[in-house]
Antibody, heavy 117, light 113 residues
Framework: EAQLVESGGGLVKPGGSLRLSCVGS????????LSWVRQAPGKGLEWVARIKSKYNGGTIDYAAPVKGRVTISRDDSKNTLYLQMNSLKIDDTAVYYCATGLIFDIWGQGTTVTVSS | DIVMTQSPDSLAVSLGERATINCRSSQSVLYDSDNKNSLAWYQQRPGQPPKLLISWASTRETGVPDRFSGSGSGTDFTLTISSLQAEDVAVYYCQQYYSTLLTFGGGTKVEIK
């Protein structure tokens, strides 16, 4: 069964940093396009970033609210996706999901990031 | 960015009745080359991650009950639940993948009347 498991969330002060991880299993991780999607408390879904497979050039795209503050990367040898988040703001507080594909057919359970002083 | 607008924000429907959710994109998400609309629908039950229901505007994912159907083209799309069941209580989101920058609608909460 294909699955994704996120980790790395926690409580961080405004201006701080955090690195999220997402481990995939049950599918060919290196072939997958991978995204981070977040959901602020009581709010809707917001796409954050995507990294394509190396076969498709490894192209990276970011949503405007996070561009310049976050970095998405992947280590296919470890079946792991990362999201390095810097200069965190209170508005970055959310559950962060990783998901596969252009169309998000596999989702993790999410990891919670809380930015608060 | 392509803005996705869903309506209504919420709706209450009796068990066995039809639920209709609308989604409008600020520009067309139809690829002329293959006549396919880059539009997906997701279901998010309370406390759960989203689940993909429909892709390409009308293609149901494997295992999704046939009471769920998607329709529309260009900029206007609809998700229909033909006979609402208790397990369909959830928030439903549309999402476009036409643009490099992916965007979701604001969500529609479906409840039992």
């Amino acid at each position: 069964e294909a699955q994704l498991v996120e980790s790395g969330g926690g409580l961080v002060k405004p201006g701080g940093s955090l690195r999220l991880s997402c481990v995939g299993s049950g599918f060919i991780f290196s072939n997958a396009w991978l995204s981070w999607v977040r959901q602020a408390p009581g709010k809707g879904l917001e796409w954050v970033a995507r990294i394509k497979s190396k076969y498709n050039g490894g192209t990276i795209d970011y949503a405007a609210p996070v561009k310049g503050r976050v970095t998405i990367s992947r280590d296919d040898s470890k079946n792991t996706l990362y999201l390095q988040m810097n200069s965190l703001k209170i508005d970055d507080t959310a559950v962060y999901y990783c998901a596969t594909g252009l169309i998000f057919d596999i989702w993790g359970q999410g990891t919670t990031v809380t930015v608060s002083s | 960015d392509i803005v996705m607008t869903q309506s209504p924000d919420s709706l209450a429907v009796s068990l066995g009745e039809r639920a209709t959710i609308n989604c409008r994109s600020s520009q067309s998400v139809l690829y002329d080359s293959d006549n396919k609309n880059s539009l997906a629908w997701y279901q998010q039950r309370p406390g759960q991650p989203p689940k993909l229901l429909i892709s390409w505007a009308s293609t149901r994912e494997t295992g999704v009950p046939d009471r769920f159907s998607g329709s529309g083209s260009g900029t206007d799309f609809t998700l229909t639940i033909s006979s609402l069941q208790a397990e369909d209580v959830a928030v439903y989101y549309c999402q476009q993948y036409y643009s490099t920058l992916l965007t979701f609608g604001g969500g529609t909460k479906v409840e039992i009347k």
